[in-house]
């Protein structure tokens, strides 16, 4: 129960990273006050290869934003960035694991593959204790050390 609870938690994030990223270059400025926000990730003190940045409002003025991590950074211009206010942040990745068929006995045509194994521990994604305050005028530089351990009861 509890990994289709955790996989339904990343998919819905993955989900909502895509969809951010997607719209975020649809159309012209909206006039809001962003902050272009940028850093570094790192998992057991080694860049992160490859994920997804999401910065969820806890604040009632923040705006939902997000990007790719790449070679253990991230970079989210100005004009598609945050608006400045606290943020839960949420980082994902599948590691090296790739996405597996669903169906290996019949091989069904349309079958969807099974996503690959969340690489990062659900302290840092489902169940995130990471967080980030966006200031206006400031760098909003945030860097995340990550370790690839559970965190223990």
């Known amino acids: 129960m509890w990994k289709l609870a955790n996989s339904l938690a990343v998919a819905s994030t993955t989900a909502v990273a895509v969809l951010t990223l997607t ?6 400025s909206d006039d809001l006050p962003r902050e272009g926000v940028s850093g570094k990730v790192t998992l057991d003190g080694k860049p992160l290869a490859s994920g997804l940045i999401t910065f ?3 604040s009632e003025a923040a705006t939902q934003g ?8 991230y970079s989210i211009p100005r004009d598609q960035g945050l608006v400045p206010g606290s943020y839960k942040v949420l980082i994902t990745s599948s590691g090296s694991g790739s996405e597996k ?36 005028g400031s760098e909003n530089v945030f860097d995340f050390p990550l370790d690839g351990s559970p965190k223990r009861k």
């Open 23 to 28: 719209l975020a270059g649809c159309g012209a």
């Open 56 to 58: 969820m409002p806890t």
């Open 66 to 73: 997000g990007g790719m991590i790449q070679d253990g950074a």
């Open 101 to 136: 068929q669903t169906d290996v006995v019949k091989d069904m045509p349309g079958m969807p593959p099974v996503a690959a194994k969340e690489a990062i521990p659900a302290q840092y994604n489902a169940k995130s204790t990471l967080t980030a305050e966006v200031k206006a």
